[in-house]
């Protein structure tokens, strides 16, 4: 098995985070768990914007289109399509969370809840596919100068 390319640690390191936000989410939603939850909006609403915009972006814009030329366009597919509807939860929830950080929401309601868990099932398996497919694929779509290159471009961002 090749070395982890440094792009694909970066988006490793930012899959690690993700999951251990979402474990903290779900045992807040499983306990209902008020004050656990209150303390998640703000970590939510960044990791909600974080995730559909520059995460998902690089994946689409640098990795993916190399992906089908390599002969994997179906997962790209696959993981596009993912994105899509990752992003339509997370349109949802984003102004649902971004209330809470700002107080306005008096409990999480039914609606965050159920996009919160949706957000986190989806999210949950859409990393799995990436962490087992995409990034193990990434040293071979990669030449050492692009991986530097797309690296720090991405951790510029």
């Known amino acids: 098995m090749s070395p982890m390319s440094r792009v694909g640690q970066l988006l490793e390191d930012e899959h690690r985070a993700s999951l251990e936000l979402l ?14 939850l209150e303390s998640l909006y703000a970590p939510l609403a960044r990791a909600l914007a974080q995730e559909t915009g520059r995460h998902f972006d690089f994946e689409e814009r640098e990795l993916f289109g190399r992906m089908a030329d390599a002969g994997d366009g179906d997962l790209a597919t696959l993981l596009t399509e993912e994105h899509e509807t990752l992003r339509s939860v997370a349109a949802e929830l984003l102004p649902l969370a971004e209330a809470g950080r700002r107080g306005d929401a008096q409990g999480a309601n039914e609606a965050f809840r159920r996009l919160a868990g949706e957000w986190s ?3 949950v398996a859409h990393v799995q596919k990436e962490s087992m497919a995409l990034l193990p694929m990434l040293p071979d779509l990669l030449d050492e100068d692009s991986d530097g290159e797309l690296a720090l471009a991405y951790a510029g961002d």
Request: glycine letters at 0%; proline letters at 0%; a positive charge.
């Open 121 to 123: 099932e989806r999210l």
């Open 23 to 36: 474990n903290r989410l779900d045992a807040a939603l499983a306990r209902r768990d008020e004050r656990a």
